[in-house]
C-alpha cells in the first residue's frame, strides 16, 4: 500500500472539482470499523453535516458491516456507481432496506435539508480500469505526489511523512 500522503493526494485531486473533504480521521481516532468513526466524528463536529461516500461494490456487501443500519442512520449515504457491480448492489440486502430512503440524484444539490437515513445513487463516467490494473500501469504513481504540506481536510492537521 502507498504512504497515506500519497493516498490522500490522489484522492484530493480525483475530488477537486466536488463538495468533498478528504480527510484520515480513523487514524486519529484510532477506530476499527466505520461506525465507531462516524460516531466520533458526529460527536467532534455536531454542527457540520456530513455524507459518507461509499462505491457500489461496498453497498453489495454494505450488509456484512457492523452495525449497517446505525451507519446510515447516522448520516446521509451517497454510493458512486462501479462498474460492474450496478446489479449486485442493487439487488444487496441493504439495498432492499435502504431504498425506501433513496433519493434523486438531482436533489444532491440540496443535502443540506436531508436527514439520515437517505441514500442517492451518483452516476457519472468512471475509469473502467480497477485499481490494481492503474497500478500495474505505473507502479511508482505514489512517488508522483505532490505531499509537501498535506492537510487533513477535516481536523486541519498535517499528515505525518511516511504516514502508512
Same mark, same amino acid.
Request: with cysteine; charged share 25%; net charge positive.
Given at each position: 500500500?502507498? &504512504?497515506?500522503?500519497? *493516498?490522500?493526494?490522489? =484522492?484530493?485531486?480525483? =475530488?477537486?472539482?466536488?463538495?468533498?473533504?478528504?480527510?484520515?480521521? !480513523?487514524? !486519529?481516532?484510532?477506530? *476499527?470499523?466505520?461506525?465507531?468513526?462516524?460516531?466520533?466524528?458526529?460527536? $467532534?463536529? &455536531?454542527?457540520? $453535516?456530513?455524507?459518507?461516500?461509499?462505491?457500489?461494490?461496498?453497498?453489495?456487501?454494505? #450488509?456484512?458491516?457492523?452495525?449497517?443500519?446505525?451507519?446510515?442512520?447516522?448520516? &446521509?449515504?451517497?454510493?458512486?456507481?462501479?462498474?460492474?457491480?450496478?446489479?449486485?448492489?442493487?439487488? @444487496?440486502?441493504a439495498m432492499a432496506w435502504l431504498r425506501r430512503y $433513496?433519493?434523486?440524484?438531482?436533489?444532491?444539490?440540496?443535502?443540506?435539508?436531508? @436527514?439520515?437515513?437517505?441514500?442517492?445513487?451518483?452516476?457519472?463516467?468512471?475509469?473502467? *480500469?480497477?485499481?490494481?490494473?492503474?497500478?500495474?500501469?505505473?507502479?511508482?504513481?505514489?512517488?508522483?505526489?505532490?505531499?509537501? @504540506?498535506?492537510?487533513?481536510?477535516?481536523? #486541519?492537521? &498535517?499528515?505525518? !511523512?511516511?504516514?502508512?
Open positions: 500500500m502507498a &504512504p497515506l500522503a500519497a *493516498r490522500v493526494a490522489s =484522492a484530493r485531486r480525483q =475530488a477537486r472539482r466536488a463538495p468533498i473533504q478528504v480527510t484520515a480521521i !480513523e487514524r !486519529e481516532f484510532g477506530t *476499527r470499523y466505520t461506525v465507531d468513526t462516524l460516531v466520533r466524528l458526529c460527536r $467532534r463536529y &455536531p454542527k457540520l $453535516r456530513f455524507v459518507w461516500l461509499m462505491g457500489s461494490d461496498n453497498l453489495a456487501q454494505f #450488509h456484512r458491516w457492523k452495525q449497517w443500519r446505525k451507519i446510515a442512520r447516522l448520516m &446521509p449515504i451517497a454510493v458512486i456507481a462501479r462498474p460492474g457491480y450496478d446489479a449486485a448492489a442493487i439487488a @444487496s440486502p $433513496r433519493r434523486r440524484s438531482v436533489s444532491f444539490n440540496n443535502r443540506a435539508g436531508w @436527514s439520515a437515513p437517505a441514500l442517492v445513487y451518483l452516476r457519472f463516467d468512471p475509469d473502467k *480500469r480497477s485499481a490494481t490494473a492503474i497500478r500495474q500501469a505505473d507502479p511508482q504513481w505514489a512517488r508522483h505526489q505532490a505531499v509537501r @504540506s498535506l492537510r487533513d481536510g477535516v481536523t #486541519h492537521r &498535517p499528515f505525518p !511523512e511516511g504516514a502508512a
